[in-house]
């Protein structure tokens, strides 16, 4: 899979501030951004299965992110969004700190292959302290994905 960002990324499935305040209500907002895309035809059953991924280990990685997925039917092809809440959400992070960018994965089940790959994607875009820096004190929407789209091209140069 030759990976590119916009492939799974639309820019109307990114919250600039997301609305909720706590771990729930943002996965809950985010699968929402995802299925107003028309790429998941049932969120309710993705909201489950994300959560009930979340309720094994949270995926709050640390650093302020948090890269939460699931797979289920009803998820066209993998597909991300983005969130960025309005003041940071506890998400009994691995480091305690709460989150300050949260990037959803939704991906159909047998697709895996390509869910571990966007995840690692997404987690080297990150691991640049720069780049997670800038997109979690993005503004817009427009500027988040601008700043991700500068980092997915600066990772496929090198």
Known sequence: MNLVLTDILNPSAIRVPLVAMDRRGALEELVDALASTGAVTNPELLKKSVWDREQQRSTGIGEGLAIPHGKCAGVL??????????????????????????????????????????????SRIFSNIATRERACLAQTPQALYEELLSADNALAER
């Open 77 to 122: 092809r993998p597909v991300i969004a983005i969130g960025r809440p309005a003041a940071p959400i506890e998400f009994e992070a691995i480091d305690r700190r709460p989150v300050r960018l949260i990037v959803l994965l939704a991906s159909p089940p047998e697709r895996t292959t390509e869910h571990i790959q966007v995840l690692h994607r997404i």
